[in-house]
């Protein structure tokens, strides 16, 4: 089985309050496009580089412990940003990984965004929006 790799773009969310109360202008709001991201399912949620945190200048706001394939380990987490896969936009926590990592999305962003994967064709499935806010498989 091949891996599934998605573009997405990611905004910083105080940029973004910063430009709704007009204290930075629209071209002032940090955001990034990723092509090429992994869709990793072992992932919990949205994982970026340091150099691409740096980019967007979130802001950490803790360090929690977290289970890997070789034991656990401290991760820092950032602030939240908005993530566009397709024409779908949630907002989720990033945690960091090691300058020059691969970008990883992560279950819980996929959920959120009411995306699956079929595995067979290796991409990325998007749920029809059902009644209310949910999503319907299909």
Not at 34 to 50: Q, S, Y
Not at 51 to 75: F, K
């Amino acid at each position: 089985m091949g891996h599934i790799y998605t573009d997405i773009e990611i905004i910083n969310t105080d940029d973004l309050a910063y430009e709704a109360k007009q204290m930075i202008t629209p071209d002032e709001v940090r955001h990034l496009k990723l092509n090429h991201v992994l869709v990793d399912r072992g992932a919990t949620t949205l994982c970026l580089p340091a150099d691409v945190i740096r980019q967007l200048g979130l802001t950490r706001y803790r360090t929690e412990t977290v289970a890997i394939a070789t034991g656990t380990t401290d991760v820092r987490t950032f602030q939240s940003v908005e993530l566009h896969v397709g024409n779908r936009t949630t907002t989720v926590d990033v945690m960091e990984l090691p300058e020059g990592s691969e970008p990883l999305l992560g279950a819980v962003p996929m959920q959120l965004l009411g995306i699956t994967l079929d595995l067979a064709k290796e991409s990325l499935q998007f749920l029809k929006v059902g009644k209310g806010s949910g999503y319907l498989r299909i």
